[in-house]
């Protein structure tokens, strides 16, 4: 298969691709390399891919259709798509929002037309996320849920590429699955994710900022653990269906929600370091509690997270450590 991934300078999109070249196939990676993080590291991620053949890159913006038309009718042998280009964080969609509506909004549009138009596209699969759940209650969440209640803008953008991915699927047929991400961390991780956040503050002996006093939990995620589920999913596309449009919604989570200030205990053992904390109030936005039900990606897909939150956290410091050369 031919994979056109977008986001592929990304965490999630650049362990997509080396997984995908890994199982030899070929890969079109699109990036904008915008400097909402550090560039360079987004620029590390692509000089390994840019390593092997079967990848080729293009630093186009999904936002801008002509662009993008005309890479994609360059490459008729695309027959797959694996969307996780978008503009991410809970917390700064509260100071750009403009960003989101370019990016995860008419992004997504353009995706959804590209989609349409090709003739021999087998599965277009898009990163949805935990953050869809906003006010819901029930615990874990499920895929069943209402999602009606986003607390963030950014949410609010993500359930909309759900709504518009629908009824996509549904006029043209397009076989199209959402992924709903729950907290993932890793090597190559986001420098704005919690992982990130507290071993950078902790071997500089700099206090960690904890929201809502630390009262908080997360299903958190190890990246190897999400790349399974996301190949899971462009692996089995979803059939028609009756009157039902081939579409689909799974979480990929670690169906285990993690208390943060377990979180952290685990980073003081792997770092042999003691944290230094400043307590904050709740922030805007921010969910309490997540967990995610796997039950429809384990049953469909085989989806079966195996990393454990400990082995994680110490591949993960080993990788910090071993990059910033600490």
Same mark, same amino acid.
């Given at each position: ?16 691709? @080396?997984?995908? &070249? $890994?199982?030899?196939? =070929?890969?079109? +990676? ?9 560039? #360079? ?39 797959g798509i694996i969307h996780l280009a978008a503009q991410a964080g809970v917390r700064y969609s509260l100071e750009n929002p403009f960003a989101y509506v370019q990016s995860n909004l008419v992004?997504? @549009?353009?995706? &959804? $037309?590209?989609?349409? =138009?090709?003739? +021999? ?9 935990? #953050? ?70 902790? &071997? ?28 899971a999913a462009l692996d089995n596309p979803p059939q028609k269906d009756g009157k039902k449009a081939p579409y689909k919604i799974y979480n990929l989570g670690n169906n285990k929600s993690e208390n943060l200030m377990y979180f952290i205990k685990i980073l003081e053992q792997v770092l042999d370091k003691k944290v230094k904390f ?49």
């Amino acid at each position: 298969m031919t994979i056109l991934v977008t986001g592929a300078a990304g965490f999630i999109g650049y362990h997509v691709c @080396v997984a995908l &070249l $890994e199982r030899d196939e =070929n890969v079109i +990676g699109v990036d904008n390399l915008n400097d909402y993080y550090d560039v #360079s590291l987004k620029e590390s991620r692509l000089e390994l891919l840019n390593k092997n053949n079967k990848f080729l890159f293009y630093p186009i913006d999904i936002s801008d259709k002509n662009e993008m038309d005309g890479m994609v009718a360059s490459h008729p042998e695309i027959d797959g798509i694996i969307h996780l280009a978008a503009q991410a964080g809970v917390r700064y969609s509260l100071e750009n929002p403009f960003a989101y509506v370019q990016s995860n909004l008419v992004g997504h @549009v353009v995706m &959804l $037309e590209i989609s349409r =138009n090709m003739k +021999g596209l087998k599965h277009f699969v898009y990163a949805s996320s935990s #953050s869809v759940y906003g006010g819901n209650e029930n615990l874990p969440f499920s895929v069943e849920d209402k999602v009606d209640s986003p607390i963030s803008l950014y949410a609010a953008t993500k359930k909309s590429d759900e709504l518009m991915t629908h009824s996509y699927s549904h006029l043209y047929a397009i076989p199209s699955t959402g992924l709903r991400f729950f907290t993932v961390y890793g090597p190559w991780g986001r420098p704005d994710m919690a992982a990130f956040l507290f071993t950078k503050a902790i &071997l500089a002996g700099e206090p960690i900022k904890l929201f809502n006093h630390g009262d908080m939990k997360r299903d958190f995620t190890y990246i190897d653990d999400i790349v399974d589920g996301v190949l899971a999913a462009l692996d089995n596309p979803p059939q028609k269906d009756g009157k039902k449009a081939p579409y689909k919604i799974y979480n990929l989570g670690n169906n285990k929600s993690e208390n943060l200030m377990y979180f952290i205990k685990i980073l003081e053992q792997v770092l042999d370091k003691k944290v230094k904390f400043d307590l904050m109030p709740m922030q805007d936005g921010d969910m309490k509690d997540t967990y995610a039900n796997i039950d429809a990606a384990a049953n469909e897909l085989g989806f079966s997270p195996k990393t454990s939150l400990k082995e994680g956290l110490q591949k993960f410091t080993e990788w910090y450590k071993k990059y910033y050369k600490i």
